[in-house]
């Protein structure tokens, strides 16, 4: 009897150490595939959520992010939000599923982007602003150009070609994107005690054809202008589309962005100049210091890109 339960005792045992040792097999065999997984998980991923693509610039802007992706290894995920804040925060709650390391966002409006800041913030995904800034939320960095300085730019160009005086139209980009108000703000800036008189300032979204629309509507009420200041280039080319239409001579045109069709214009002496900025480097210092920031490394709270006048 007592034979009987040691050999029972001895078999229990032997098959308790082969289960153990198959279990231990069992997690080490387990683990290569997580280890494969890992190895075998595809590149980082960067969001860039952009008002619009309907506009050169931010195609422009667009490419040279993801140039600059393609460069460092990471995958971007590009969303539209079609000038509409609405669809700007749905953008940014999809592109937040997508197990994104950081977010981009160039918004559509400075105070509606708020909340897709804070979504981001609740979501512990750094933020980046390109061109337009946020009112609001956690930002690590907001890269752009001195929209400020822009507007002087053109608003110093104005005064010396009119001599410090003349009548000038303003059109105004999306009310509450930061860009229309700093660009208008440098503008008042610089002809601030000149003898210019500001006829109309009216909004036109950055839109080319409601630059049109507008245009065409100031040229029947103002009976004198002499010269126009958009706060985009899209915005100037309607602009010009409605004042060659209506036959008057001599109106300067500024403009502001340097895109391809605005600076063809200013070459074919049509627009007198447009405020170059630099919308494949503001994309490309996005992904840049989103790489920077994926790192754990310390940025700028505000790295400025830089202006240029463009003339023929």
Known sequence: MKRLVSAMLIMLLVVGLAAGCGTSQSQQQGQAPAEQNQQSEGPKKIGLVISTLNNPFFVTLRDGAQKKADELGYQLIVLDSQNDSAK???NVQDVLQQGISLLMINPVDSDAVVNAVKLANDAKIPVITLDRSANGGEVVTHIASDNVAGGKMAGDF???????KGKVVQLEGIPGASAARDRGQGFADAIKGTQIEVVASQAADFDRTKGLQVME??????PQIDAVFAQND?????ALQAIEASGRQGIIIVGFDATDDAVKAVNDGKMAATVAQQPEQIGSLGVENADKIIKGQQVPKYIPVDLKLITK
């Open 158 to 164: 104005i005064v010396n070609k009119l001599n410090g």
């Open 88 to 90: 700007e925060l749905s």
């Open 234 to 238: 899209e915005m100037a080319l309607g």
């Open 217 to 222: 509507n100031i040229l029947q009420a103002q």
